[in-house]
């Protein structure tokens, strides 16, 4: 299979089941997702949405909602998460190459009510498959250093935590993807999934 085939796949939209059971439906965005991902945004509470953006953040301003939303492709992609029947946002999650790098940075959020249920989990294994398929090999993240939750979801998904040499207020998040050698292959990962065309 090839590199753009497996994207073309792994950002279809792809139906994943949380612990609890809980169907939700996780996909690429799109520039039409525009009113909605800025409705996620102002309904997140004020500590996630400082906990997302690092500081203090009411809604996204027009050019980096404009941004966001056509971020969609292999090095620039953000997914989306939402339930059956529903159309609001629940979850995201960014991912973002450096040119001629097999670094990425990363950085997701959940809604308020969606948290403690596996969904950041869910979020954080794709974009790290996603890297993994891109032929990246580390992951990173910038994270406050009061972020209990965010520090406990990477500690759990494998990622180091190490103090930033740029902001005594951030802690970076960083795993190698070439030391995973447990589980399916990525795009057999994504092959699996119920997969339902956009």
């Not at 997302?52 to 989306?80: C, D, I, K, W, Y």
């Not at 159309?87 to 190459?97: F, H, L, N, R, Y």
């Not at 450096?98 to 670094?103: G, L």
């Not at 398929?133 to 990173?140: E, L, N, P």
Request: charged share 20%; glycine share 8%.
């Amino acid at each position: 299979m090839s590199d753009a085939s497996r994207f073309e796949r792994s950002t279809r939209l792809n139906v994943l089941r949380l612990p609890g059971g809980q169907a939700v439906m996780v996909r690429a965005i799109s520039p039409q997702d525009a009113d909605c991902l800025q409705a996620y945004i102002r309904n997140l509470s004020a500590p996630a949405r400082r906990n997302r953006f690092l500081g203090a953040v009411s809604e996204l301003a027009p050019r980096e909602l404009n941004r966001l939303t056509h971020m969609n492709g292999p090095q620039e992609l953000v997914v989306f998460a939402r339930t059956g029947g529903e159309t609001a946002m629940i979850g995201e999650a960014v991912q973002v190459i450096a040119p001629e790098s097999r670094r990425c940075e990363i950085a997701l959020s959940v809604a308020d009510a969606w948290q403690r249920k596996g969904l950041g989990t869910i979020l954080l294994s794709h974009m790290k498959c996603r890297a993994r398929m891109s032929g990246v090999r580390h992951v990173i993240g910038e994270i406050l250093r009061t972020n209990e939750a965010m520090r406990g979801l990477a500690h759990k998904a494998g990622f180091a935590i190490r103090s930033s040499l740029t902001d005594a207020w951030l802690v970076e998040v960083v795993t190698d993807l070439s030391s995973l050698r447990t589980g399916l292959p990525c795009h057999e990962q994504f092959s699996q999934a119920e997969l339902i065309a956009a």
